[in-house]
């Protein structure tokens, strides 16, 4: 047979032709490439989705487009430049269960978005909407690539890629995963999902270097942008880890936790009777409780270094996905700040919006108080949560650990102790409208005002002591202010019981990027 001649290219059969071209998309094809990016720690977009999903499971679409830049380039150098317009997408099994993933491939100019590119994400984010597919986005990448002059552009702002991965938030679990630079468009996909993975190395920002400095904003090395240090501390990046692999790993776990599992191990109990320090004023740990209350190995904190003074948390128990907030007493007391408040109130969204219930962990002094608190608008920001929780429709069980004080226990547990399917109590916590001394304080003003300096203040040690009797959970549940006092040891098993009695309804609302 002789060959053919097709699109100015010689080629030998139709069959031969397409796996020359199928080859030329592969990481084999660009062995220098690959070892630079080896050389720097990082992995290839093929890598990570091979990593990512089950074997043999990836169904990939637009395998064989190229970069739109015909009139600049001939296509045979287009298709040894621009394999898949660098973009790697299809549909693949993670466990066993349907996943879609898409990655920008930072091997073809710089991870940018080709035109080509974005009517593949289109394509593929059309069936994520039919399939409900949950979704997982490799970002890394320099934003609109401005050189694919095969389309009469003028804005570009007619792209509808934005607009198709926003609108599935509430849809389907959006995971966005970040390494090296990130800038653009691309960080505007990471930003936009709804749990943000990053590793270390990773910088992201709404513009570029180039970017900055044609506007005239000065000149900036790409890690000075938006390094993950300051991601991570200021709520944008929602998991940081040291590299892809670890990336991927999480990815995986959270997606296991989502499709919920009938494989589990419970943690020892008993300890949970020692977790809390002797003096009630001490600052502890919540993690390892949280821990302890979940499947073995399956939390996975969220926003960790944003707002510490309240953690939130991913986990399963009895295998089935469970989120946690709770007051962590190590930070401000465990005091409801204004972060705290946006922290708990986007988790509560997301948990609610993908039928995830919700474990509540309450040992606060209330709502941050006083002119400093006043100015972060914290009355605001605090009030996130409570709009939060009184709009979902998953199931919260409310657990009192220690102290259970003002406006900012009633956040925790949706608005009141009667929000939750169940409240309850560890022994010897204590709950009341305001802190045991200020109440003091403020009640018995007068006649404290009457006693000399020395004298009012073992008063108010008296009277405080006398009150914490009063405000035991023992006496909250005897007038039946909540449902019950148990013991520590047997939380993990209440929460069992009452998840498997109380629907858990996706509500499939978005999900707030904040």
Not at 73 to 91: H, K, N, R, Y
Not at 131 to 150: H, N, Q, W
Not at 332 to 356: E, L, N, P, Y
Not at 370 to 388: C, F, M, N, Q, Y
Request: charged share 20%.
């Amino acid at each position: 047979m002789s060959p053919r001649q097709h699109n100015g290219l010689m080629a030998d059969d139709p069959l031969t032709e397409l796996t020359r071209r199928r080859a030329l998309a592969e990481d084999a094809a660009r062995p220098e490439k690959v070892a630079r990016r080896h050389a720097r720690g990082a992995r290839t977009a093929r890598e990570n989705i091979a990593d990512l999903l089950d074997d043999a499971t990836f169904v990939e679409y637009g395998r064989l487009a190229s970069a739109a830049q015909e009139r600049r380039l001939g296509i045979d150098e287009l298709l040894q430049t621009s394999p898949a317009d660098g973009l790697v997408g299809g549909i693949g099994q993670v466990a066993g269960r349907s996943v879609a993933v898409l990655s920008y491939d930072y091997l073809v100019m710089a991870g940018t978005q080709g035109i080509r590119g974005h009517h593949k994400s289109d394509r593929l984010l059309g069936l994520v909407e039919r399939l409900r597919t949950p979704t997982v986005f490799f970002a890394e990448g320099g934003g609109g690539r401005p050189s694919d002059t095969d389309y009469p552009v003028v804005s570009a702002l007619d792209v509808r890629t934005f607009t198709l991965w926003a609108g599935l938030s509430g849809v389907v679990p959006r995971i966005a995963i970040v390494a090296g630079r990130c800038f653009a468009g691309n960080a505007v996909i990471a930003a936009s999902s709804d749990i943000l993975i990053a590793t270390r190395d990773a910088t992201l920002g709404v513009a570029g270097p180039a970017m900055i400095a044609g506007a005239g904003l000065g000149d900036y090395p790409p890690e000075d942008i938006g390094p993950s240090s300051m991601m991570a501390s200021n709520g944008v990046i929602d998991v940081l880890v040291d590299d892809e692999a670890e990336a991927v790993a999480v990815a995986r776990k959270l997606l296991g936790l989502l499709a919920g599992s009938p494989r589990w191990e419970a943690p020892d109990q008993a300890v949970l009777r020692t977790a809390l320090p002797e003096r009630e004023r001490t600052p502890y740990d919540v993690r390892p409780i949280i821990e302890t209350l979940a499947d073995v190995d399956s939390v996975v904190f969220l926003r960790s270094g944003f707002a510490p003074e309240l953690v939130t948390a991913l986990a399963a128990i009895e295998g089935q996905a469970v989120g946690f907030i709770a007051n962590q007493t190590m930070h401000m007391a465990g005091s409801i700040t204004a972060d705290a408040g946006d922290k708990a109130a986007r988790f509560v969204q997301f948990c609610d919006a993908f039928g995830i219930p919700l474990v509540s962990l309450v040992d606060t002094g209330g709502i941050m108080a006083g002119p400093d608190a006043e100015r972060t608008g914290i009355l605001r920001h605090a009030s996130r949560l409570l709009v939060a929780t009184a709009r979902m429709t998953v199931p919260m069980v409310g657990v009192v650990l220690r102290r259970g004080y003002g406006l900012g226990a009633q956040a925790m547990l949706g608005g009141s102790t009667r929000e939750p399917a169940m409240t309850v109590a560890w022994p010897g916590a204590h709950m009341g409208p305001m802190g045991l001394e200020g109440a003091v304080r403020l009640a018995m003003g007068k006649e404290l005002d009457a006693l000399p300096p020395a004298e009012r203040e073992q008063r108010v040690r008296d009277l405080t002591a006398a009150y914490r009797t009063h405000v035991d959970a023992l006496n909250v549940a005897r007038v039946f202010e909540i449902d019950d006092v148990i013991d520590p040891a047997s939380t993990r098993a209440t929460i069992a019981s009452v998840l498997s009695w109380v629907p858990s309804v996706p509500s499939g609302r978005p999900v707030d990027t904040w």
